[in-house]
């Protein structure tokens, strides 16, 4: 291996509850809340041919955070987020590109990367699904997280789950 170069091993758990951050190429975009449907479609595709839980997700304007409950036995998540990313790219027009998007034949829409956190126990998941819920108001996009549409907190308080008044910070 050459040495300055970083090589990434994920964790080889199967059915693993999972946080992620993905984030826009462009940042401060908000190309996200924009075409929050094409997002919504691409997702719902993915997760019908390669089922995973939904625990918790907010897509801001140029990045979206997520908990994910993995099948048993599946770890395949890195193909799932391929398949998100290519399927709401593929409608949308190109963004501008460096040389090396243009080589790889890539929109330019999308961070090559994403972080995730394989969550540890009870604690560290309520910490990462309240930070899901958190993150507009950290971000000063609204006051409360119940304000911000395009969160699963919504979901939650609908199914009685979660108070109305929550308000994340």
């Not at 964790?11 to 946080?19: C, H, N």
């Not at 075409?35 to 691409?42: M, N, P, V, Y």
């Not at 398949?83 to 090396?100: C, D, E, N, V």
Request: overall charge positive; glycine content about 10%; aromatic content about 12%.
């Amino acid at each position: 291996m050459l040495m300055g170069m970083a090589r990434y091993v994920r964790p080889k758990w199967t059915g693993a509850r999972v946080f992620f951050t993905l984030c826009l190429a462009a940042r401060g975009s908000d190309l996200l809340v924009q075409e929050i449907a094409a997002l919504r479609s691409a997702v719902a595709q993915t997760q019908a041919e390669r089922p995973f839980g939904i625990a918790a997700w907010v897509v801001l304007p140029d990045h979206l955070h997520c908990v994910w409950q993995m099948p048993a036995g599946d770890r395949a998540y890195g193909l799932r987020w391929a398949m998100i990313k290519g399927r709401f790219s593929h409608g949308l027009a190109a963004q501008p590109r460096s040389h090396s998007k243009i080589r790889k034949g890539e929109k330019g829409i999308w961070q090559r990367r994403f972080w995730e956190h394989h969550i540890r126990d009870e604690a560290d998941y309520a910490a990462h699904v309240a930070y899901c819920w958190g993150n507009p108001v950290k971000h000063g996009l609204v006051r409360h997280a119940v304000d911000w549409p395009y969160s699963s907190i919504h979901r939650e308080i609908r199914l009685g789950w979660v108070a109305p008044e929550w308000g994340g910070g």
